[in-house]
């Protein structure tokens, strides 16, 4: 019998069968479970040492998320036809981009000639006082759940085409593709953050959940910051995925893992 994990048994602020849903979700989406099938519910119960009753409940959630099939007298089972849990990576930041325009639609929620931010403005080599294009969209899978959430910021000399009409036809890439940028060199950031009661309803997520967070900042063939974009998702349906070639594993091209001391 494996012994409770303590970190399971007695974490705060969160309910034991919204812990078990958590931990049994994950492996599922791992493959885990070789022949599909789930520990028995007693067995579950010793594993995690939990009751019954928060099992079945657990059990009940992954069930209305289309995860298991409960079959009477059988047990639970890893519903069939599940995607795969991993993709090929693609080889560009605007394939990806491209990618992600294809397999999912727009929703324009706000688009503004704007001061950004000063960290933002900083960040795309802006005068003090100066504006920028800043574009704010919801992008779903079609016919489907929301799949991310992007907030960026365009210089305003070069992003005065990215209208919400144009935006609702084009991504934003793609315009300023054609009025001539070339993109270059991109540094990106990835970190988890809680969903606040603004993206949660915007992305049908839990408040407080968590979020995946991509923060990129595109620059041009001339070392010019052309774009700061932020892109939220919900880290129970979305993952990110990258390739590193061998040749620029020590660089900083692999990532560099970055601690914030207090």
Known sequence: MNSPTPA???????????????VLRDQISQGLFADGALPGEEALCERFGVSRVTVRRALADLAAQGLVERRHGKGTFVAPNLPLPRRVPSLSVIDSLRKTAQETEVQVLEVTQAEPPRDVASLLLLPPGAK???????RSHIGGAPALLTDAWVPQDIGQRATAAALKKKALYEILMAQGVQFGRVVQEISAVVADPQRAGLLKTE?????????RLLHDMDERPVMYLTAYMPAERSRILMEIPGATVNTLTAGQIVHDVP
């Open 132 to 138: 920028a294009m800043h574009a704010l969209r919801l």
């Open 8 to 22: 399971f048994a007695t974490a705060k602020g969160t309910s034991l069968h919204r812990q078990l849903f958590l």
């Open 207 to 215: 408040v407080g959940g968590p979020m995946l967070r991509l923060v």
